[in-house]
């Protein structure tokens, strides 16, 4: 079974900074597409930013310039520096992966739990 578990979310006020992190594990063959979505209570959930195995990236609007999407292929994790943050970039974080497992020919598409964040002074 493969499991995506996330971490670094908070309370923090506008201006600071934020780094999740999330770790893909289980029995994983390969990793595609890693990212991060969000959801605001009331609205729907949307891309944050995403990048590719090779390392393209692709990032929301509203949180370019801002906010850095990086992973580590060896430890399959997948992390967001959030930079400059804004009350509006309150909201649940939820990693995203596109996974292989092992001994499967499919690729299936994972969530984590999800990770509170929350800017106000």
């Known amino acids: 079974q493969v499991q995506l578990v996330e971490s670094g979310g908070g309370l923090v006020q506008p201006g600071g900074s934020l780094r999740l992190s999330c770790a893909a594990s289980?029995?994983?063959?390969?990793?595609?597409?890693m990212g991060w979505y969000r959801q605001a209570p009331g609205k729907q959930r949307e891309l944050v930013a995403d990048i590719t195995s090779g390392g393209s990236t692709n990032y929301a609007d509203s949180v370019k310039g801002r906010f850095t999407v990086s992973r580590d292929n060896y430890k399959n994790t997948v992390y967001l520096q959030m930079n400059s943050l804004k009350p509006e970039d309150t909201a649940v974080y939820y990693c995203?992966?596109?996974?292989?497992?092992?001994?499967?020919?499919?690729?299936?598409?994972?969530w984590g739990q999800g990770t509170q964040v929350t800017v106000s002074a």
């Open positions: 995203n992966a596109n996974i292989r497992s092992s001994g499967s020919s499919y690729w299936g598409n994972y």
């Open positions: 289980g029995r994983i063959r390969s990793i595609n597409t």
